[in-house]
């Protein structure tokens, strides 16, 4: 097995040993952790993603916890090596756990956590970006001022689409994606076209209570509709954001005969998981309709783009930065520390993953609770009564 490069300890003579697999955002989880007599192993190997040798490599003889990475493969080999190690919890810095063979978790005992609710607003922030900076070919005319090509103001230049009143699709009303809803319609007073399976209650009322407002302020109000399919959604929305989960029934969503079916000044954005497109049928899309644009923060088969992606003007591509604010990145690595920390302690379960606010509060001690374990009623785990 390979031996990381470099491992940072922190609290030597701590009780419990945990690890991470990588380096992450601020120092609160540190001081969580060693102040609850953990001694803190954290890798510094130069590799982006470790490979299960390394993870093995470092996990040991003797291992009470890991904090890992999504681009990691956690599946039966790491977890049997956990479980020998005397391990009890895994968790990933990330909401999604796709990378996660949760079966091979149960079969080991192995506790696997994960950070939802504090990803929300800044994810739903950066698919606004991505809508905005599409839109407005911004990252096209700033490739074009930067290459000295401007000498003068014309036309025709960088013409895009307007936003403002225009109708903003949604597929998957979650958490996240009604975020976006809402940004989209008190930014730029945009209609709300939805699909969901389940009925999202919430949106649909804030969606009515803003039309009625701006109807008491002399002005048109925004309308709302709840789509039967999602193919009504790409046929009648100006932009579309996807928000749905990874699973079987969403995997290439968006392909060949959904594409065809959209507005050829449509702007389709994706912030959610890479494989719900078909990325090598969204390449040709965008190269047989050049009016069409896509902005994109997660790709079919990440790290990697699909050959002809990159040279597309039409495309906006970013690296996987939707949850990238500080504070948020701070609050995953401090939710993913006391997830481990919780199970290694004992602690129950916290009942309501949606609302993990006391855990993010700086300026106190966090629940004797992990904050988000998605296996615990597999495992019978205690839920708390806090």
């Known amino acids: 097995m390979a031996k990381p490069i470099s491992i940072e300890v922190w609290n030597p003579a701590g009780k419990h040993r945990v690890v991470s697999t990588k380096s992450m955002p601020g120092t609160r989880w540190i001081r969580l952790l060693t102040d609850a007599d953990c001694r803190l192993e954290i890798c510094t190997e130069k590799k982006t993603i470790l490979d299960v040798?390394?993870?093995?490599?470092?996990?040991?003889?003797?291992?009470?916890?890991?904090?890992?990475?999504?681009?990691?493969?956690?599946?039966?080999?790491?977890?049997?090596?956990?479980?020998?190690a005397g391990g009890t919890a895994f968790s990933n810095m990330a909401v999604g756990y796709n990378n996660v063979d949760l079966n091979a978790a149960n079969t080991y005992g192995i506790a696997v956590g994960n950070t939802p609710g504090v990803l929300t607003e800044t994810t739903a922030e950066l698919a606004v970006a991505?809508?905005?900076?599409?839109?407005?070919?911004?990252?096209?005319?700033?490739?074009?001022?930067?290459?000295?090509?401007?000498?003068?103001?014309?036309?025709?230049?960088?013409?895009?689409?307007?936003?403002?009143?225009?109708?903003?699709?949604?597929?998957?009303?979650?958490?996240?994606?009604?975020?976006?809803?809402?940004?989209?319609?008190?930014?730029?007073?945009?209609?709300?076209?939805?699909?969901?399976?389940?009925q999202s209650t919430r949106l649909e009322k804030y969606m009515t209570a803003y039309g009625e407002f701006l109807k008491s302020q002399g002005e048109a109000p925004v309308t709302w509709k709840r789509a039967s399919t999602a193919e009504d959604v790409l046929r009648d929305a100006d932009v579309i954001s996807l928000h749905p989960i990874l699973d079987k029934t969403t995997y290439h969503l968006?392909?060949?005969?959904?594409?065809?079916?959209?507005?050829?000044?449509?702007?389709?954005?994706?912030?959610?998981?890479?494989?719900?497109?078909?990325?090598?049928?969204?390449?040709?899309?965008?190269?047989?309709?050049?009016?069409?644009?896509?902005?994109?923060?997660v790709f079919e088969d990440e790290p990697y783009m699909k050959p002809g992606l990159a040279e597309q003007k039409n495309a906006v591509v970013v690296p996987h930065i939707a949850s990238a604010s500080k504070w948020t990145r701070e609050g995953m690595a401090t939710l993913a520390a006391l997830n481990v920390l919780g199970k290694v302690k004992g602690y129950p379960v916290w009942p309501d993953a949606n609302k993990l606010e006391p855990f993010l509060d700086e300026n106190s001690a966090p629940p004797a609770a992990c904050p988000s374990i998605v296996n615990a009623k597999l495992l019978g785990l205690e839920v708390s009564k806090l």
């Open 53 to 84: 040798e390394d993870i093995q490599a470092l996990i040991g003889d003797k291992c009470d916890g890991v904090i890992g990475q999504l681009t990691e493969d956690w599946g039966e080999t790491l977890f049997s090596t956990l479980k020998r």
């Open 130 to 198: 991505l809508t905005v900076s599409a839109s407005r070919r911004v990252v096209e005319a700033d490739q074009f001022m930067r290459a000295g090509l401007y000498d003068g103001w014309l036309p025709h230049l960088f013409v895009g689409n307007l936003l403002k009143g225009q109708t903003v699709g949604i597929i998957g009303a979650g958490r996240i994606g009604s975020a976006y809803a809402r940004m989209m319609v008190e930014g730029f007073k945009m209609n709300l076209i939805y699909y969901d399976l389940y």
């Open 254 to 297: 968006i392909n060949k005969d959904r594409l065809s079916i959209m507005k050829k000044e449509a702007v389709l954005v994706n912030a959610s998981r890479g494989p719900v497109i078909d990325e090598a049928a969204l390449v040709n899309h965008l190269k047989a309709n050049p009016m069409f644009r896509v902005g994109l923060d």
